[in-house]
T-cell receptor, first 111, second 116 residues
Framework: TQLLEQSPQFLSIQEGENLTVYCNSSSVFSSLQWYRQEPGEGPVLLVTVVTGGEVKKLKRLTFQFGDARKDSSLHITAAQPGDTGLYLC???????????FGEGTQLTVNP | GAVVSQHPSRVICKSGTSVKIECRSL??????MFWYRQFPKQSLMLMATSNEGSKATYEQGVEKDKFLINHASLTLSTLTVTSAHPEDSSFYICSARVWRPNSPLHFGNGTRLTVT
């Protein structure tokens, strides 16, 4: 089983600040997804990255997939209270359809 | 597209009873669905992989006789928690994916199970 370490586990910041969440593994993933989850709901897909070195932007969110496809980062610029939630990275194993989830980052953006 | 519907969203049951949770892919066919369990402010823990027309594959430590999975059609998988106990109280989430390379998982909205 491939492991995916996500950090930080908890993050509390003020509105307008920037932040970065990291997912790291010693294993190679064929793709990696980032999800955001609010309490009492299922995770919602934010982005899928497939190519090593790939960078994708979604408004104030920037996602990067490491060159070796072992790590990824999520950077949020000028965070807003609406960004509050649990952020999950999930890597797809190179063989099979199984997804490995990181431990999650609970983000709180205070107004 | 790629909507996954999960029902019920909340259920309260008494110890010893069984509870069935349904997971449906509304606009696509899913040969494989996944069932997760999640504790507050923690990540998802994969319980089992549900395969249409065949037996589910359970993760280590998950009791197959307690968590019965049936995937009788390409759009429906069910998870039955049998003889529920308070420690089974949790948030259960299903997911499915369109079968193409690197397609992401799409999640249901989860079921909050409370066993009294």
């Amino acid at each position: 089983t491939q492991l995916l370490e996500q950090s930080p586990q908890f993050l509390s910041i003020q509105e307008g600040e920037n932040l970065t969440v990291y997912c790291n593994s010693s294993s190679v993933f064929s793709s990696l997804q980032w999800y955001r989850q609010e309490p009492g709901e299922g995770p919602v897909l934010l982005v899928t990255v497939v190519t090593g070195g790939e960078v994708k932007k979604l408004k104030r969110l920037t996602f990067q997939f490491g060159d070796a496809r072992k790590d990824s980062s999520l950077h949020i610029t000028a965070a807003q209270p609406g960004d509050t939630g649990l952020y999950l990275c999930a890597g797809k194993e190179t063989s099979g359809s199984r997804l490995t989830f990181g431990e999650g980052t609970q983000l709180t953006v205070n107004p | 597209g790629a909507v996954v519907s999960q029902h019920p969203s909340r259920v309260i049951c008494k110890s010893g009873t069984s509870v069935k949770i349904e997971c449906r892919s509304l606009d696509f066919q899913a040969t494989t669905m996944f069932w997760y369990r999640q504790f507050p402010k923690q990540s998802l823990m994969l319980m089992a992989t549900s395969n249409e027309g065949s037996k589910a594959t359970y993760e280590q430590g998950v009791e197959k006789d307690k968590f019965l999975i049936n995937h009788a059609s390409l759009t429906l998988s069910t998870l039955t928690v049998t003889s529920a106990h308070p420690e089974d109280s949790s948030f259960y989430i299903c997911s499915a994916r369109v079968w193409r390379p690197n397609s992401p998982l799409h999640f249901g909205n989860g079921t909050r199970l409370t066993v009294t």
